[in-house]
């Protein structure tokens, strides 16, 4: 059943991930400041409560960015929002400034979240998957849009003046991976890891080279103790992430408006020198830390980790009982079968599609001669002249904003312009008219 139109937002928001919720706690402190010119606003949340990559939340895992790129700090490191103001409600302010660490556990991240997110769960409404935005015409101007999301049978419209688009990243496998009970990205392995250990398996593959892939490694090595874990990866090693002071530019705010003016030639140069400080690299001290395991396994001849670097899958096939998985080693050509009880690919993500989203909404946005959005500074779709409704997207935008647009880096700063933006609408839409995206 769907419902009639209700009142007209002034944002209707696309999900509910980090970014999103840093841009729910902007609106909030502006509507505290000013309340004469609230917004209001709703997010829309196909969970059923807040959830960040909840199949990746290792017991051990830290963050791999600083606490101080929380929320809300780099925007104002007043807020109450903060990572610090949460360790003082939770009672753990003390302890961690005793801990002397800039990364905190992922887990605790993940409850500073969701913290946040129950602050402001009044512009919040889960269970609403989004089925489809369609834009309003009035007098020839497309002055809305009409965003439907439905929870079963309920389906809800809300009208928006503005929508902002947040859903995160879809996990990537490669095309002959055919996902089952026995083949899954690593997204799910905290949601399949006890059905995994209760199993008892013989031998499990891990595909991948980045961070979540060794952190894979390292789980299902520990868990899984009479288990061998085959790592499959073309690098020679995992290579170290790259964060040092200077390399770490890349991820501020600044490194934004250089990315986004530059020639298209000085963009490719720059996300190709910066690759290395996000891209299928490892923390140091993990790549330690399974390279101490190899070689302990080594002097007591008992070997569980197998590391079959320089390879790859070059085939998979499942039957009832296992996966068969064949190996090459690349630089000599030679080939081995595995048979694997589970095939787990930590092979990272993609951008979702934004047009694909937005539906007959796509069809008055803009987009590039090879098909991504033309944005603006301000992560405001390019649309036809007579669209006086606008369109934001969280994510999706590295090919015009660099390296941080689908990172944590960024993420405070990010919500505090697109709401600068959403409160000048006239100046966002001057200056769309000047950018012309290669």
């Not at 007043?78 to 992922?106: E, Q, W």
């Not at 889960?126 to 049978?153: H, K, Q």
């Not at 039957?319 to 068969?324: H, I, K, Q, R």
Request: charged fraction near 25%.
């Amino acid at each position: 059943m769907s419902s009639a139109v209700r009142e007209v937002h002034d944002l209707v928001g696309i999900g509910f991930g980090p970014s999103n919720l840093a841009l729910a706690i902007a609106v909030d402190e502006h509507n505290r400041r000013s309340p004469a010119a609230a917004l209001k606003a709703v997010f829309l949340e196909k969970q059923r409560s807040f959830g960040w990559h909840r199949g990746m939340l290792i017991d051990d895992a830290t963050m791999q960015v600083s606490f101080l790129k929380d929320l809300v700090t780099m925007r104002d490191p007043a807020s109450d929002f903060s990572f610090l103001c949460y360790l003082r409600d939770r009672g753990r302010l003390v302890d961690f400034i005793n801990h002397k660490t800039m990364f905190p556990l992922r887990t605790e991240f993940h409850d500073y979240f969701e913290w946040a997110a129950a602050r402001v769960a009044d512009q919040v409404e889960y269970g609403r998957e989004v089925v489809a935005v369609r834009p309003v015409e009035v007098d020839g101007e497309v002055r809305w849009f009409d965003v439907s999301a439905g929870d079963g049978a309920d389906v809800v419209t809300y009208r928006a003046r503005n929508v902002v688009v947040a859903t995160g990243l879809l996990p990537k496998l490669p095309a002959e991976a055919m996902p089952s009970d026995r083949v899954w990205h690593n997204i799910e392995l905290m949601h399949r890891k006890a059905d995994l250990v209760a199993s008892r398996p013989r031998q499990v593959m891990v595909v991948g080279a980045g961070q979540s892939a060794a952190e894979t490694v390292a789980e299902l090595h520990t868990v899984l103790p009479e288990t061998t874990v085959t790592a499959v990866f073309a690098r020679y090693g995992y290579a170290p992430a790259d964060d040092s002071p200077f390399a770490n530019r890349i991820f501020d705010p600044a490194a934004v408006d250089h990315f986004f003016t530059a020639p298209t030639e000085v963009k490719q140069m720059l996300a190709d020198y910066s690759r290395n400080t996000n891209y299928s690299v490892v923390d140091m001290d993990l790549i330690e830390e399974l390279y101490r395991r190899e070689y302990r396994e080594r002097v007591s001849g008992r070997r569980r980790l197998d590391i079959r670097n320089a390879s790859r899958v070059t085939h998979a096939r499942e039957t009832d009982e296992a996966v068969y998985a064949t190996v090459e080693f690349l630089p000599t050509g030679e080939t081995e079968t595995l048979e694997c009880d589970a095939v787990v690919y930590a092979t990272g993500f993609l951008p979702g599609n934004v047009f694909g989203l937005l539906g007959r909404a796509a069809t008055v946005c803009e987009r590039t001669a090879d098909g991504k959005p033309v944005l603006g500074r301000d992560y405001r779709l390019a649309t036809r002249p007579h669209v006086r409704a606008g369109v934001y997207v969280q994510g999706g935008s590295e090919h015009l904003h660099g390296i941080t647009s689908t990172l944590l880096s960024n993420t405070a700063v990010r919500a505090g312009e697109i709401l600068a933006s959403l409160l000048a609408p006239e100046h966002a839409a001057a200056e769309l008219e000047l950018v012309v995206a290669p």
